[in-house]
């Protein structure tokens, strides 16, 4: 089993930024990519964006060029730094992570963190 574990939420105005942490713990030795994914009311959740623990990342359209995914030093901690936040960007932001960029957003999520973008 994986545990993935969120923070860094909050409310920002727009124009604003935020920085999300992941940390997972558990059998992570074959979980090769993580990523986050965001929920927003009445929304489907989509993804944001994914990294692989070589580094090679992945990003939603709305996410590219405004948000920056990142691999902490060690194998198990993600970031998600997220500038010129806009109210659309508010949701309900989950981690997850998986062996391939196939079973990312499929097995393992985290609890999730608010974020709030005020107009």
């Known amino acids: 089993q994986v545990q993935l574990e969120e923070s860094g939420g909050g409310l920002v105005q727009a124009g604003g930024s935020l920085r999300l942490s992941c940390v997972a713990s558990?059998?992570?030795?074959?979980?090769?990519?993580m990523g986050w994914y965001r929920q927003a009311p009445g929304k489907q959740r989509e993804f944001v964006a994914g990294?692989?623990?070589?580094?090679?990342?992945r990003y939603a359209v709305s996410a590219a060029g405004r948000f920056s995914i990142s691999r902490g030093n060690i194998k198990n901690t993600v970031y998600l730094q997220m500038n010129s936040l806009k109210p659309e960007d508010t949701a309900v932001y989950y981690c997850?992570?998986?062996?391939?960029?196939?079973?990312?957003?499929?097995?393992?999520w985290g609890q999730g963190t608010q974020v709030t973008v005020s107009s």
């Open positions: 997850s992570t998986g062996t391939d960029w196939s079973r990312l957003g499929t097995d393992y």
């Open positions: 558990g059998s992570i030795f074959s979980m090769n990519v």
């Open positions: 990294i692989t623990s070589g580094t090679n990342k």
